[in-house]
């Protein structure tokens, strides 16, 4: 478990959470339950970046459903749960929050390639003292093509991908296209 200043390096690089939400429940345990909380506290739940990254919110196991789209690459007998997004739709992901608890390994989902790929080393409190700070997680904060559609105006509503095509797109609906897509490759 990482102490407070190496979750603070988190807060250094991405700052508070604007606007914040709730945050996420991801744990069973109550020993974890308590070391989420200590982290949340520190790191905070909600939208990155002007609104590029979502991050431990109440809402994100809504995304959940997305993973079923993507059974075909996925381990299956496999608990896993969303604990964040990117505005292009590139998902965190926990496994086995129940057994591993804080210690659970976390993968990403890059819908746009059709892969998910698990890192050694990858867990929550290295996801934020490490992996994002360091931009460790390949494309994930790369906003480039986010920050040009901010600049013409555009604007992403809360459930909204920025999609390769002309217009934001829902993103349970993005996943489920993009996983059928790269299913029939």
Do not use: C
């Amino acid at each position: 478990m990482s102490t407070d200043s190496e979750i603070s390096i988190f807060t250094h690089h991405f700052g508070r959470p604007n606007p914040a939400v709730p945050p996420g429940d991801f744990f069973t345990d109550k020993f974890d339950k308590s070391l989420w909380r200590m982290m949340y506290d520190e790191v905070g739940a909600g939208w990155y970046r002007n609104g590029f990254l979502y991050l431990f919110g109440t809402e994100l196991p809504l995304l959940n459903l997305a993973l079923a789209a993507w059974a075909h690459i996925l381990e299956a007998e496999v608990e896993r749960t969303v604990i964040g997004r990117n505005a292009y739709g590139m998902l965190l992901v926990a496994e086995s929050t129940t057994e591993e608890g804080t210690d659970a390994p976390i993968g990403l989902l890059d819908p746009a390639a059709g892969t998910y790929t698990k890192f050694e080393g990858l867990d929550f409190a290295g996801l934020l003292s490490d992996w994002l700070p360091e931009d460790r997680l390949p494309g994930f904060l790369d906003q480039a093509a986010y920050d040009a559609f901010r600049q013409s105006d555009g604007q992403l509503l809360a459930h909204e991908v920025l999609a390769a095509g002309p217009a934001p797109e829902d993103a349970l609906t993005y996943h489920q296209r993009m996983a059928a897509q790269h299913a029939g490759r």
